[in-house]
T-cell receptor, first 116, second 114 residues
Framework: AQSVTQLGSHVSVSEGALVLLRCNYS??????LFWYVQYPNQGLQLLLK??????LVKGINGFEAEFKKSETSFHLTKPSAHMSDAAEYFC??????????????FGKGTKLSVKP | GAVVSQHPSRVICKSGTSVKIECRSL??????MFWYRQFPKQSLMLMAT?????????EQGVEKDKFLINHASLTLSTLTVTSAHPEDSSFYIC??????????FGPGTRLLVL
């Protein structure tokens, strides 16, 4: 069975500081990994995804994440936080090809606060 | 990019009534649509998966007769909450997928049952 663990339900950074949101996964097959962002009272927006190939993935809004198989991690980073980055972030895993229907399994989410 | 819409964005209804929520993929054909429920400050819980033209597959613990899902076309799925009660109040989010990789999410529907 697959699972996702997001360390830290709440992360607070200062504007301009590095953003690091942690995600670890477990999967019995090669995973597809995703980061989504949710603003208050809105749905989820895809930030970036890893399927195959390059392990460093760049997404929208300056975010990137690196797939590290040996550490079963897919941490999300951004060099310099903006106030507009304040939101809830969800890491998700789905089975790759050969799996079932590739349903998403979500972590519990990390709320990012950005201080001026 | 792929856009998914939901209607209504929020709805208030009386206990015992039924509420229908629509989910549409606007610029792509979605062979699979998903319905999630999100409780305050929690993650998304998958309720059911629907494939166009076939019956929905419900997750364990989700009542099929309570949450009716119809996926009549490649661009529309509906979720009907039947005989709604206050405990059904929640944020309902749909997503749609083309291919095997990426789900695109709708903006969500806030349901409040009085």
């Amino acid at each position: 069975a697959q699972s996702v663990t997001q360390l830290g339900s709440h992360v607070s950074v200062s504007e301009g500081a590095l953003v690091l949101l942690r995600c670890n996964y477990s999967s019995s097959v090669p995973p597809y990994l995703f980061w989504y962002v949710q603003y208050p009272n809105q749905g989820l927006q895809l930030l970036l995804k890893y399927t195959t190939g390059a392990t460093l993935v760049k997404g929208i809004n300056g975010f990137e994440a690196e797939f590290k198989k040996s550490e079963t991690s897919f941490h999300l980073t951004k060099p310099s936080a903006h106030m507009s980055d304040a939101a809830e972030y969800f890491c998700a895993v789905s089975e790759g090809y050969g799996g079932s229907q590739g349903n998403l399994i979500f972590g519990k989410g990390t709320k990012l606060s950005v201080k001026p | 990019g792929a856009v998914v819409s939901q209607h209504p964005s929020r709805v208030i209804c009386k206990s015992g009534t039924s509420v229908k929520i629509e989910c549409r993929s606007l610029d792509f054909q979605a062979t699979t649509m998903f319905w999630y429920r999100q409780f305050p400050k929690q993650s998304l819980m998958l309720m059911a998966t629907s494939n166009e033209g076939s019956k929905a597959t419900y997750e364990q613990g989700v009542e099929k007769d309570k949450f009716l899902i119809n996926h009549a076309s490649l661009t529309l799925s509906t979720l009907t909450v039947t005989s709604a009660h206050p405990e059904d109040s929640s944020f309902y989010i749909c997503s749609a997928r083309t291919g095997w990789e990426t789900q695109y999410f709708g903006p969500g529907t806030r349901l409040l049952v009085l």
